[in-house]
């Protein structure tokens, strides 16, 4: 559903009673939400009226569902009224409590989503996990403190804050969805002390005229986190300049792998790391899986910080994996400095970070090449000044099909059609063949290249 309190609420309830809960993006279309209740192998759908519409298209196709409850529902006789179902339930907590966990979809190469599913521990709610509270120390996460969430509450990092904050007796705010001059608006009326945001949020709030940003008072801010992507150096730079030495970055993955972590300060010393390894163990290794020097690129493994696979997947758990099961890996290119900080430059995967959001090209690919006047279809992420990044088609026609605007439009109004708008190509180009290696498997490398070549790297 859209970022309501009842989804907190929700999620609360699962986390306390010891079972596994799927945040699922508000923005996917039927066929995406379809696959996604299946495969978490779900029994009860909680949903908003706001939803109903896609709800039911995909629910023709799920047929576990026992059980849908339906937020802001009370005037629709055909649904169960989430407030009405719990209504003569107690307010005290069940007699059986213990720690469930959200088992979030991360998606996936091959253009599937997958489940990270964690092991349960059966501790009790009220006992904090391991890495919850390494966060909450990192970022000084205390009772009286003010969270201000700025993003779809599906996301990763927002559902954990959240969970955190209100763990830690936190005072929560919730935008139902990002505008630069409100964000501002709430620090200043509620006495912000805490946020999260991805550096899309900042370029947007700097590009305020200087009248609007100066009305308002931030100075409650103490800890301002920002991940999900790289930030460009200059916008960090601004940032700190006029929010002052509050901003943390931190780079980690849905799957919980490990952990780095920098203040305002190491970074202004280090500018462009991600930070310094705080949890697990990083290993930068070479397509050999041998180490690389200090300051040389290689794709990132961690020991594992944590316990996890991939829900009835185990091939994709084994292909994030090393061969001894030892170490995990989310496909990020980098290096480390001889002081130990982080620097990403690159993705092993075609993986698209948009906004804070990633996205696996795959999925919009194997549509594309479903279209009749489709005769081969490359998807990847371009640069783009205030995303990081867009999502980028690059098509090969039938014969006979002639490649031209109104086609693009019509194949982006395709993809639009079947798959979330954060997924489908904000523009197509055309080639008369993309190119393929002798095997048969598509070189989207040149293709990328092309868009990128006045780039020094490959992230933004």
């Given at each position: ?9 929700a999620?609360g ?9 799927t ?6 279309k ?13 029994k009860?759908?909680i ?8 709800v ?15 937020v802001n ?22 007699g ?6 959200a088992?979030?979809?991360?998606s996936?190469t091959?253009?599937?989503p ?10 009790r ?12 120390q ?11 969430s ?22 929560v ?37 200087d009248e ?19 930030c ?5 730079e ?10 943390y ?38 397509p ?17 910080a944590?316990?996890?696979e991939?829900?009835q997947?185990?091939q ?8 001894d ?19 990403l ?12 959001v ?85 070189y989207?490398?040149e293709?990328?290249e ?10 933004v």
């Amino acid at each position: 559903m859209e970022n309501n309190s009842r989804y907190i609420e929700a999620c609360g309830a699962g986390e306390r009673a010891g079972l596994y809960y799927t945040p699922i993006n508000s923005y996917l279309k039927a066929e995406e939400l379809a696959y996604i209740i299946n495969n978490c192998d779900a029994k009860v759908l909680i949903t908003s009226a706001k939803k109903l519409d896609v709800v039911h298209e995909a629910l023709g196709g799920c047929p576990n569902i026992e059980l849908i409850l339906v937020v802001n529902a009370a005037r629709l006789s055909q649904v169960t009224d989430y407030d009405a179902a719990i209504a003569d339930f107690p307010d005290t907590p069940i007699g059986d409590e213990s720690l469930g966990s959200a088992m979030l979809y991360s998606s996936g190469t091959t253009g599937r989503p997958k489940g990270i599913l964690r092991p349960l521990t059966g501790t009790r709610p009220g006992e904090n996990p391991p890495l919850c509270e390494i966060y909450a120390q990192l970022f000084k996460f205390r009772e009286d403190m003010v969270y201000l969430s700025p993003a779809p509450l599906y996301h990763a990092a927002p559902q954990a804050s959240v969970n955190a904050s209100i763990r830690h007796g936190g005072t929560v705010v919730i935008m139902e969805r990002f505008d630069p001059e409100q964000y501002l608006q709430l620090v200043e009326k509620y006495q912000v002390t805490h946020s999260q945001l991805v550096p899309t949020m900042f370029s947007r709030m700097l590009k305020l005229p200087d009248e609007v940003r100066n009305t308002y008072d931030v100075s409650s801010l103490e800890s301002a986190a920002h991940a999900a992507a790289p930030c460009p150096i200059p916008v960090k730079e601004q940032m700190i300049e006029w929010w002052g030495p509050v901003i943390y970055e931190y780079y980690s993955s849905s799957e919980g792998l490990g952990l780095a972590y920098c203040t305002s300060d190491e970074w202004l010393q280090h500018k462009g790391t991600v930070g310094r390894i705080v949890a697990g163990k990083l290993h930068v290794l070479d397509p050999n899986h041998d180490p690389v020097p200090s300051g040389c690129s290689g794709e990132l493994w961690f020991e594992r910080a944590s316990d996890f696979e991939y829900y009835q997947d185990e091939q994709r758990t084994r292909d994030a994996s090393s061969s001894d099961g030892s170490l995990s890996t989310v496909g990020d290119i980098g290096y480390m400095d001889e002081d130990g900080y982080l620097y990403l430059t690159d993705r092993s995967t075609f993986m698209i970070i948009s906004g804070g959001v990633n996205i696996y090209p795959q999925e919009c690919e194997n549509l594309l090449i479903t279209h009749p006047k489709v005769a081969d279809a490359a998807v990847f992420g371009v640069p783009n000044s205030d995303l990081g990044e867009e999502v980028k088609a690059v098509v090969q026609a039938m014969p006979g099909v002639h490649p031209d605007d109104e086609l693009a439009e019509e194949l982006i109004d395709f993809c639009q059609r079947h798959l979330s708008i954060q997924k489908s190509p904000r523009s197509i180009d055309f080639e008369a063949e993309l190119p393929r290696l002798p095997t048969g498997k598509l070189y989207k490398q040149e293709l990328r290249e092309r868009y990128w070549q006045n780039h020094k790297g490959r992230i933004v």
